[in-house]
């Protein structure tokens, strides 16, 4: 098999042209889809259980996010910067191209922004992000914050330049309800603050104790569907401040032994709660470390799927990122100058 796999270093592209290795996916993982979207030699595509897939148009593009829903498969890409520096977003669905600003009648608009990538929900597709106010009266409302659904632009609040939103920790649907994360009420003197929370319903909700906070990632708890958590840290130091409940406004208790340093990943899978590092995962309150022979212990993406865990790593010391399924290598990629892969999405059969 041929695999490449892409990640991002700081503000660096990552690239990787893989091997496929002869052994098959371990037997633990045979009832499972594994798809990993990416970029191979500077074209986007993903790879289902290792079978490369070309999408349409896909030249000098980075796949960034694969999601399948409803049995179809969906990826989304932006332009490769070192190539063309100008910002463009495109998404996929079953290999067919779309522009993004296109999809969303914003193809004229220069301050339109997507941020968070693509969200999937039962066949909806959508997008958070800015555009220019069409209706704009003053210089403190030129500009929209908002999200679309399936191209139907939905506005959640108006801006200028001296107050600007920006965008947090992405879109989820939680009970067929948009919840939207941002940052507002910026205030640079004496040092930087402002006001983390949530939009749902069009209302914005500031999370308590939150000042100085950035959003990490928005993750449901799929034991329990109502419920969404929102991973907040310092904006100074690496410490996580809080796990925030952004549905009933309580916090998820961290357990003692966890050491918060470095965590930078929440991820729920079914009643299992893991915090992700830069070589490490806690599952539940029990640390796992990475320690390959070889010196691929950074882990670049994570997922879980019933007690089966998925990385891609990397190695300081190497050009190559590798994929692991609990901890067996699956692929190689010994290129990052030109290919990767830089998500994981998992489907039960």
């Known amino acids: 098999m041929k695999i490449q796999i892409l990640t991002f270093l700081a503000v660096l592209l990552l690239c990787v042209s893989c091997h496929n290795e002869e ?43 694969v999601i399948v829903d409803q049995n179809d498969v969906y990826l ?43 969200t999937v929900h039962n066949g909806d597709i959508y997008f958070s992000g800015t555009a220019t106010n069409p209706s704009s009266t003053s210089p403190q409302d030129k500009y929209q914050y908002c999200y679309w659904k399936n191209g139907v632009k939905t ?17 989820k649907i939680i009970n067929n309800e948009v919840y939207v994360v941002a940052r507002k009420n910026l205030n640079y003197d004496p040092v930087p603050t402002w006001d983390l929370g949530f939009y749902k319903n069009g209302i914005f909700h500031t999370l308590a104790n939150t000042n100085e ?34 549905t009933s406004g309580s916090d998820l208790q961290v357990p003692a032994n966890i050491i918060q340093s470095g965590v930078s990943q929440l991820y729920f899978e079914g009643s299992d709660q893991y915090y992700v590092g830069k070589d490490f995962y806690y599952k539940n309150n029990t640390l796992i470390s990475m320690n390959n022979a070889d010196g691929f212990n950074t882990i670049g993406h994570f997922a879980a799927k019933d007690q089966n865990i998925y990385t891609t790593r990397l190695n300081s010391s190497s050009l190559s990122v ?4 609990n901890d067996v290598e699956i692929q190689s990629l010994p290129d990052i100058s030109k290919s990767c892969f830089n998500s994981i999405f998992v489907v039960k059969n």
């Not at 969303?104 to 941020?115: C, K």
């Not at 609040?157 to 965008?167: F, K, R, S």
């Open 213 to 246: 906070l950035i959003a990490l990632n928005m993750v449901n708890d799929p034991s329990n569907a109502s419920q969404a958590y929102l991973l907040t840290r310092k904006t100074t130091g690496t410490n996580i401040n809080a796990v925030k409940n952004i």
């Open 322 to 325: 590798k994929f692991y399924i």
């Open 23 to 65: 052994d098959p996916i371990p037997i633990e993982t045979a009832s499972y889809d594994v798809y990993l979207g990416g970029v191979d030699t500077f074209k986007a595509c993903y790879w289902k259980n290792g079978q490369q897939v070309f999408v349409q148009d896909g030249e000098n593009i980075m796949g960034t996010e």
């Open 155 to 171: 506005v959640l609040e108006t801006y200028g330049d001296n107050n600007p939103i920006m965008m947090g920790g992405g879109l």
């Open 76 to 118: 989304f890409g932006t332009n490769i910067k070192q190539i063309n520096p100008e910002p463009a977003w495109y998404f996929w669905k079953n290999g067919v191209k779309h522009n993004v600003a296109q999809y969303l009648n914003a193809g004229n608009d220069s301050h339109f922004t997507i941020g968070g990538g693509i």
